[in-house]
């Protein structure tokens, strides 16, 4: 299958999405303002294809613009892998032509415009492009079971959705540099200690501590919330003097919202704040 089309796509969902999202721990109440977002290639271990990554940010585009959800939680179906890799399969017949012809690379930058903030609840292998889609999102709860790596190296190429890239700016360059050029992959607790991963949980709990949290987002001003995932993002992206004018902006901006005169009311008037995401 060539790049961007998704002609051998099965006609079941690649990607689940269940908006609202099912409550934590089994309270029975949905999570307000979460979706979740679920790769469901079990049998591949949720290898990520072409027509896997068009489905997600097709589903992420739908919801970035839904204004009742105000965060998303994605994992990988089973325990086994929130993502093992890439689809070997499909990658192994390219060549250089196609991949530049094709659309399926765009897709990964795609995944950049999302404003909704993204938590990732990885269980198991986050490896190759599973552990670059983690990296894609802004937080990542990872189960004592999750293992993450790059080992593009043993097939011969290297990580090509991101990798590269996001790996060095989260964990520093000599870090980056031992476990892409050695393909080794590391466990949650090291991942953590590394500042790769936001917390570790017992894996039982993988999902339910990510939907806490995505809930936790999710109560917060949304205008604000988008603000702040853009200016983070962006501080590894730019230099620092452009990027303290880049905030001081937005946080002028945010003073035309109904949001801050809400919460700042709601503050001196010691009640909970009641946000409109206007």
């Not at 089973?78 to 196609?98: K, M, V």
């Not at 990732?120 to 937080?139: P, S």
């Amino acid at each position: 299958m060539a790049l961007g089309d998704t002609g051998g796509v099965s006609s079941s969902p690649l990607v689940r999405v269940a908006f609202p999202a099912p409550a934590p721990f089994g309270s029975g109440q949905p999570s307000g303002g979460v979706a979740l977002l679920t790769i469901d290639r079990p049998a591949a271990l949720n290898a990520i294809s072409f027509g896997l990554i068009a489905e997600l940010v097709a589903a992420l585009r739908v919801l970035d613009a839904d204004p009742a959800c105000r965060c998303v939680v994605l994992t990988g179906a089973g325990s086994r892998a929130f993502a093992a890799g890439a689809d070997i399969r499909e990658l192994a017949g390219q060549t250089p032509e196609s991949l530049a012809a094709g659309q399926g690379f765009e897709r990964w930058d795609e995944l950049r415009e999302i404003g909704l903030p993204i938590v990732a609840a990885v269980r198991g292998y986050a490896l190759g492009g599973g552990c670059e889609l983690a990296m894609a999102c802004d937080l990542i709860v990872a189960g004592e079971d999750a293992q993450f790596g790059q080992p593009e190296i043993k097939l011969g190429v290297i990580p090509g959705a991101g990798g590269t890239q996001r790996l060095t700016r989260a964990i520093g360059k000599a870090r980056a540099m031992e476990l892409i050029l050695t393909g080794r992959s590391i466990g949650a607790r090291d991942a953590e200690a590394v500042g790769l991963v936001s917390l570790v949980v017992p894996a039982e709990e993988t999902l339910d501590r990510a939907l806490e949290l995505a809930g936790r987002i999710a109560a917060m001003p949304p205008l604000a919330v988008r603000a702040a995932k853009a200016m983070v993002n962006r501080a590894a992206e730019i230099a620092l003097t452009e990027g303290l004018a880049a905030e001081r902006q937005a946080f002028f901006d945010l003073f035309a919202t109904a949001d801050q005169t809400e919460g700042m009311a709601a503050f001196t008037e010691k009640r909970t704040p009641t946000w409109q995401g206007r």
